[in-house]
């Protein structure tokens, strides 16, 4: 198992940004879950949220869990490599009183995306499993899934998010067989929310700095997990193509906390607002 260093807290390794238009759309919504990057790139109105994921990325992988070494990371200090240059990535924000928190994050490495036939890293990790049977172009390994929270229930609610996101993509477009290389704990976990099966042993990988296994996604195996906790989720989220979808509400009291300002200038200001620039 990863070395998890409990000094280092959920709340420290989430990153908060102050000026995010995430909730915009809906200012009383608890998540928002969409696409945050293509092939390295972030999309228009993410470029921060981007950047932060990889920080996200460092803070756990290095600071808390120990599972990648320092030398690891990129010329800036965070988690990226060259599999973030064919992948998308996905993201879970909350809202939160201090501002908008990336607390989930996920990549899908998607061989050939980035106009390459270079092997996915399940395939570099365990050589022996596709010696004579090198997996296709739109091929898919799950990669750098992480959910944090203080509430454990809601880190659970964040990973689940994530796995919708992903199931959602595969739903709507055209990837060939999916794998991902977990610890062995995680195998057990998954399985009661996936289809997973096995299809190595547990074996130390270096770059990880742990003992993994690979495992294959039934993609419609678990698409039908996730449809039987939530019937409309799958179908919302290929709807929404990636775009920004909103779940749950705030607290009361921090709704009230975002209106009292408002109330306020209220009772000093009581003329009618008049509509700008058209409203």
């Known amino acids: 198992m990863s070395r998890i260093d409990r000094s280092v807290t959920n709340a420290e390794v989430i990153p908060v940004i102050a000026d995010s238009a995430a909730f915009a759309a809906d200012p009383e919504a608890r998540l928002a879950t969409g696409i945050i990057g293509i092939n390295g790139v972030a999309l228009p109105g993410f470029e921060t949220a981007y950047r932060e994921h990889f920080e996200f990325r460092r803070r756990v992988y290095v600071d808390q869990t120990g599972q990648l070494a320092p030398s690891d990371l990129s010329s800036d200090g965070t988690d990226r490599d060259d599999d973030d240059a064919r992948s998308i990535t996905f993201g879970v924000l909350e809202n939160a009183p201090d501002g908008v928190r990336v607390v989930g994050v996920a990549r899908t490495i998607i061989k050939g995306n980035d106009g390459t036939d270079r092997p996915l890293p399940v395939e570099e990790f365990c050589p022996e499993l596709f010696a004579d049977d090198p997996l296709d172009l739109g091929s898919v390994e799950v990669s750098r899934v992480i959910a944090r929270h203080e509430r454990v229930a809601m880190q659970e609610l964040i990973q689940w998010h994530l796995f919708a996101l992903m199931s959602a993509y595969f739903s709507g477009h055209d990837v060939g067989r999916t794998f991902a290389i ?98």
């Open 182 to 279: 977990i610890e062995p704990w995680l195998e057990r976990h998954l399985a009661g929310w996936l289809a997973i099966s096995r299809i190595g042993e547990p074996r130390y990988i270096e770059h990880y700095l742990d003992y993994n296994l690979p495992v294959e996604f039934d993609l419609a195996g678990s698409a039908a997990r996730i449809t039987e906790r939530n019937a409309t989720i799958l179908g919302t989220l290929m709807a929404a193509d990636g775009e920004l979808e909103y779940f749950g509400r705030v607290s009361r009291a921090q709704r009230a906390a975002a209106a009292a300002p408002v109330a306020e200038f209220a009772t000093t200001a009581p003329e009618p607002a008049t509509a700008v620039d058209g409203g």
